[in-house]
Each structure stands twice: as structure tokens, then as C-alpha cells.
């Protein structure tokens, strides 16, 4: 066969690479490698089928994974909402143990039954005479003055403890208001601290007997609730000191129960 | 890209494989089916110019490596040829790297006709050239020097547009564009001195 010499330029390779070339012996050298296939140049093509079902069959896991994610994400929540009910109640339990260690009961004193926001207050209404505060103070006063100083120095000591305690035990807001005997006093309450303040020199003056409890005021608004309360020695000092640190200045207090609160959540 | 795989040797058009494409990352044995069909004797020629006898084991290896991967394939029936022939071209380069084997490089035309369908004639270059073999006319093409080998095969065997084989090579598009046109000039004076 006589063939033609062949001058490849630029556009005529890139025809022959096209497949628009000319009849050329290039040409037919090209037409002859890129031939239709033969059957045994796919002979492979069962493997293949069964590699592509397979990695089908096998895609199937790749689809699961956003589910276990899933799970995976509602279980760190459900760890975190655990996680946050323990700190809760670590909080809290704090607070309240460590409220308990500051009014640690002396020796031969009963239990305290109540965290300090539970004891009574004097209320406004009630009249001194009838409703007196029942502060159990120590047993040994001198005379009603230096009681009275003895009694405000005790106060002044604990008062911080007081407050934090009842700071700790503050009810939410927007509960229902308790009963007269029994309402907590609110150390943020303004108009409630200023009756408190007047009726401060009436605690101060009005001594009271030994056998009232401190939770539970003597006189007969208080008797109704003074039976599962006990008496306690610190308690008088934990009574005594809303009176007194009304009294005296609120923001120490408040620094006090601001500084206070953060070593009860670092103990727990 | 030229229209239509190859419109000269009766190939599907490539509507028809974007068609077999999709359906095959949807996950439909037909289109992979097709695809393969397309494809593979495209892919055995070139990689038995790079590897010669272990050409069969590549593209093996190769439509492995496209099944499980399919699914994850996103691009048009360029970039997936282009794609197929980068795995095809790496699994080919392992295995020469691995047994220590360079590229196969046929010295005597006659000894791929012995491989390659039975010759019509003692001469293999004429066997290539009057489209009798295939194979004699792959071995012609890959005693050319490497790149200029596997620049003609992937632009005109396996039907890559320029970009897309310098993609495949790692060169530019122009690099490829001189490479096939060195290698088509070296085919013609090697024909032409076969005819003398």
C-alpha cells in the first residue's frame, strides 16, 4: 500500500486528535486505537458490577452517621441537663450546709429545724406587748442595757450570717406571700426593712423569755408554730440579726452575702 | 472534548452517558454499567501502553476504586473520564513503582501483533494501520516516549479534551498540546519510514 507523506501542522494534529482529520496514515493509525472494544476487553465487567452492588451495600453506614449523631448530640444533652440538676443541687445543698455549719447548734441545743429565712420576724402589726420577739439570747444579761448592747455586738457578729442565710433561702419571686407569723423576712425588701427599722429599738427593749424559740416568735400569733420548733442557742444571734443589720447599715450585708455565696458554690 | 465519545466508532453519545453518569452516582447498575462499557476498553489500551500486561489488573483496580467512590463524584462526563483515567494513570504508576518495572515500552511492533488480534499480515504496521488491530496500533503508539504517548492516547483513545488530560498528566494544556503534537509527527515519520 502507498501512503502519502504526511506534514502535521498545529491545526491539522489537533483535527487528527479530534477525529476530523483527513484520510491520513495517522488517521488510520488513530482510527485503529481507539477501536470499538471487544468482548474481552470488558470481561472484567462482572467484577466490576458486583464491586459497584457491593459499595452500594456498603454506602448504607455512610447514611447512618447523621443518626448517631444524633443520639450522640441528645446524649451530651442529656448529660449536660444532668450535669446542670447536679450543680443545681450541689448549689444548693451547699448553701444550705453551709448555712448549717455557720449556725452550727451548740452543745445541748436542739436541732434547728429551718433555715433562717423561715424564722418569724416581728411584724408591724403585731403589737410589742402581745407579740414580743423571741430572741433566745444567752441567758446571762447584766441588765436590759447591756443585754441590749450584748445582744446588738452578737447580732453585728452574725449578722452577715444571717443575711447570707437568708439570703440563701430567699423565695423565688412571685410567690404567694406567706402568713403574717410566719413571713420570711426579704433583705431586699426596702419598705419591709424600713418597718423593721422601727421596730428594731422595740426588739432591743423587749426582752424575751428563754423559752422562746427563735424560729417561732412568743405571743399568740407565734404559738401555733412554736411546737415543732425548737430552741436554739446561735439562733437568737441568727434572729437577732435581720433587726440589727437593718438597723445598722444594709450594704454590708449585701457584700457580705455577695462574697459569701461564691465560697458556698466553691466548696460544692 | 469532541462530540460524542467517538460519533467515527459508533460510541453512545454523551448525552446518553451524563444520562448512565447520573444514574450511576444515584446508584443504578445500569448507568455504572454503561459507563463502564464506555469507558473501559479506552482505559485497557491506555494503561496497557503504561504497564503492557499487568494493564488488566490496573483497571481492575481501577473500576474498584470508581464503585466505591462513585457516590461521592461530582462533575460532568468530562470531569468523570478525567477522573478515571488520573485513578487509572496512578494505579498503573503503583504498579510499575511497586515491581520495579518501567512503563511499557514496546521495542518491536511485531511483538504486540503476537498479543493483539491475529494479523492479517506479517506487517504490523499495516495490521494498525488497515484497522485490523487495535493493539498493534496501541504499541505503535506507545514506543513513543512516555509523555508524548500518553499526551496522543488520552486525547485520542480515551477522548480527553486538552484540559482535561493536562489534569490527568499534571501538566499544562499547553505541554499536552506539544507532546501530542511531537508525538503525532513522530507517527507519521515512523510510518512513513515503515512505507519506504
Same mark, same amino acid.
Not at chain 2, 482505559?43 to 503492557?52: C, E, N, S
Not at chain 2, 504517548?149 to 498528566?169: F, H, M, Q
Given at each position: 500500500m502507498r501512503r502519502r507523506p504526511t506534514r502535521l501542522n498545529g491545526a491539522t494534529a489537533e483535527a487528527l486528535l479530534d477525529g476530523h482529520a483527513p484520510n491520513t496514515p495517522v488517521t488510520w493509525l488513530l482510527a485503529a486505537a481507539a477501536a470499538p472494544g471487544r468482548a474481552e476487553e470488558i470481561a472484567g465487567e462482572a467484577a466490576a458490577r458486583a464491586a459497584f452492588a457491593g459499595a452500594r451495600t456498603t454506602k448504607e453506614p455512610? @447514611?447512618?452517621?447523621?443518626? #448517631?449523631?444524633r443520639s450522640l448530640a441528645s446524649r451530651l444533652i442529656a448529660?449536660?441537663? @444532668? #450535669? %446542670? @440538676? %447536679?450543680l443545681a443541687a450541689g448549689a444548693t445543698g451547699g448553701v444550705a450546709l453551709a448555712a448549717t455549719a455557720q449556725f452550727a447548734p451548740a452543745p445541748g441545743s436542739a436541732e434547728r429545724p429551718a433555715p433562717a429565712s423561715a424564722a418569724p420576724l416581728p411584724l408591724p402589726a403585731a403589737p410589742p406587748s402581745t407579740s414580743p420577739t423571741t430572741l433566745a439570747l444567752p441567758p446571762t444579761p447584766a441588765s436590759s442595757s447591756a443585754s441590749s448592747a450584748s445582744a446588738s455586738s452578737a447580732s453585728s457578729s452574725m449578722s452577715s450570717a444571717a443575711t447570707s442565710s437568708a439570703a440563701s433561702a430567699e423565695p423565688p419571686a412571685g410567690s404567694s406571700e406567706p402568713p403574717a407569723s410566719s413571713r420570711p423576712k426579704t433583705p431586699s425588701s426596702a419598705p419591709r426593712q424600713a418597718v423593721q427599722r422601727n421596730a428594731l429599738p422595740r426588739v432591743s427593749t423587749t426582752w424575751q423569755a428563754p423559752s422562746c424559740t427563735a424560729t417561732v416568735p412568743c405571743g399568740p400569733s407565734a404559738t401555733?408554730?412554736?411546737?415543732p420548733a425548737p430552741a436554739a442557742v446561735p439562733l437568737p444571734a441568727e434572729a437577732a440579726a435581720p433587726t440589727t443589720s437593718t438597723t445598722t447599715t444594709d450594704p454590708q450585708p449585701t457584700e457580705q452575702r455577695s462574697a459569701a455565696n461564691p465560697t458556698h458554690h466553691g466548696e460544692h | 472534548m469532541r462530540s460524542g465519545v467517538d460519533t467515527r466508532h459508533g460510541y453512545e453519545a454523551d448525552?446518553? !452517558? $451524563?444520562? /448512565? !453518569?447520573?444514574?450511576? *452516582?444515584?446508584? $443504578?447498575e445500569w448507568g455504572f454499567v454503561a459507563l463502564y462499557r464506555d469507558l473501559q476498553p479506552r482505559l485497557l489500551r491506555y494503561a496497557t501502553a503504561l504497564v503492557g500486561a499487568e494493564a488488566e489488573d490496573v483497571t481492575a483496580e481501577t473500576w474498584l476504586h470508581v464503585a466505591r467512590d462513585l457516590? +461521592?463524584? &461530582?462533575? &460532568? !462526563? &468530562?470531569?468523570?473520564?478525567?477522573?478515571?483515567?488520573?485513578?487509572? *494513570?496512578? +494505579?498503573?504508576? &503503583?504498579?510499575?513503582?511497586?515491581? /520495579? +518495572? +518501567?512503563?511499557?515500552v514496546v521495542g518491536d511492533i511485531g511483538d504486540m501483533g503476537a498479543v493483539a488480534e491475529p494479523p492479517a499480515s506479517s506487517d504490523t504496521a499495516d495490521d494498525a494501520l488497515t484497522g485490523l488491530s487495535s493493539r498493534a496500533a496501541i504499541a505503535l503508539i506507545a514506543s513513543l516516549p512516555q509523555r508524548e504517548a500518553e499526551a496522543v492516547l488520552l486525547r485520542a483513545v480515551v477522548g480527553l479534551d486538552t484540559n482535561t488530560t493536562g489534569a490527568v498528566l499534571g501538566t499544562s494544556a499547553g505541554a499536552v498540546r506539544i507532546a501530542a503534537h511531537r508525538g503525532l509527527k513522530r507517527l507519521a515519520r515512523m510510518l512513513a519510514e515503515h512505507d519506504a
Amino acid at each position: 500500500m502507498r501512503r502519502r507523506p504526511t506534514r502535521l501542522n498545529g491545526a491539522t494534529a489537533e483535527a487528527l486528535l479530534d477525529g476530523h482529520a483527513p484520510n491520513t496514515p495517522v488517521t488510520w493509525l488513530l482510527a485503529a486505537a481507539a477501536a470499538p472494544g471487544r468482548a474481552e476487553e470488558i470481561a472484567g465487567e462482572a467484577a466490576a458490577r458486583a464491586a459497584f452492588a457491593g459499595a452500594r451495600t456498603t454506602k448504607e453506614p455512610f @447514611v447512618r452517621p447523621p443518626q #448517631a449523631r444524633r443520639s450522640l448530640a441528645s446524649r451530651l444533652i442529656a448529660a449536660k441537663a @444532668v #450535669a %446542670l @440538676v %447536679l450543680l443545681a443541687a450541689g448549689a444548693t445543698g451547699g448553701v444550705a450546709l453551709a448555712a448549717t455549719a455557720q449556725f452550727a447548734p451548740a452543745p445541748g441545743s436542739a436541732e434547728r429545724p429551718a433555715p433562717a429565712s423561715a424564722a418569724p420576724l416581728p411584724l408591724p402589726a403585731a403589737p410589742p406587748s402581745t407579740s414580743p420577739t423571741t430572741l433566745a439570747l444567752p441567758p446571762t444579761p447584766a441588765s436590759s442595757s447591756a443585754s441590749s448592747a450584748s445582744a446588738s455586738s452578737a447580732s453585728s457578729s452574725m449578722s452577715s450570717a444571717a443575711t447570707s442565710s437568708a439570703a440563701s433561702a430567699e423565695p423565688p419571686a412571685g410567690s404567694s406571700e406567706p402568713p403574717a407569723s410566719s413571713r420570711p423576712k426579704t433583705p431586699s425588701s426596702a419598705p419591709r426593712q424600713a418597718v423593721q427599722r422601727n421596730a428594731l429599738p422595740r426588739v432591743s427593749t423587749t426582752w424575751q423569755a428563754p423559752s422562746c424559740t427563735a424560729t417561732v416568735p412568743c405571743g399568740p400569733s407565734a404559738t401555733r408554730d412554736s411546737a415543732p420548733a425548737p430552741a436554739a442557742v446561735p439562733l437568737p444571734a441568727e434572729a437577732a440579726a435581720p433587726t440589727t443589720s437593718t438597723t445598722t447599715t444594709d450594704p454590708q450585708p449585701t457584700e457580705q452575702r455577695s462574697a459569701a455565696n461564691p465560697t458556698h458554690h466553691g466548696e460544692h | 472534548m469532541r462530540s460524542g465519545v467517538d460519533t467515527r466508532h459508533g460510541y453512545e453519545a454523551d448525552t446518553g !452517558l $451524563e444520562t /448512565a !453518569l447520573g444514574a450511576a *452516582r444515584a446508584g $443504578e447498575e445500569w448507568g455504572f454499567v454503561a459507563l463502564y462499557r464506555d469507558l473501559q476498553p479506552r482505559l485497557l489500551r491506555y494503561a496497557t501502553a503504561l504497564v503492557g500486561a499487568e494493564a488488566e489488573d490496573v483497571t481492575a483496580e481501577t473500576w474498584l476504586h470508581v464503585a466505591r467512590d462513585l457516590h +461521592r463524584f &461530582d462533575g &460532568d !462526563l &468530562d470531569g468523570f473520564r478525567g477522573w478515571v483515567s488520573t485513578i487509572c *494513570r496512578n +494505579r498503573a504508576t &503503583d504498579a510499575a513503582r511497586v515491581r /520495579a +518495572r +518501567r512503563p511499557h515500552v514496546v521495542g518491536d511492533i511485531g511483538d504486540m501483533g503476537a498479543v493483539a488480534e491475529p494479523p492479517a499480515s506479517s506487517d504490523t504496521a499495516d495490521d494498525a494501520l488497515t484497522g485490523l488491530s487495535s493493539r498493534a496500533a496501541i504499541a505503535l503508539i506507545a514506543s513513543l516516549p512516555q509523555r508524548e504517548a500518553e499526551a496522543v492516547l488520552l486525547r485520542a483513545v480515551v477522548g480527553l479534551d486538552t484540559n482535561t488530560t493536562g489534569a490527568v498528566l499534571g501538566t499544562s494544556a499547553g505541554a499536552v498540546r506539544i507532546a501530542a503534537h511531537r508525538g503525532l509527527k513522530r507517527l507519521a515519520r515512523m510510518l512513513a519510514e515503515h512505507d519506504a
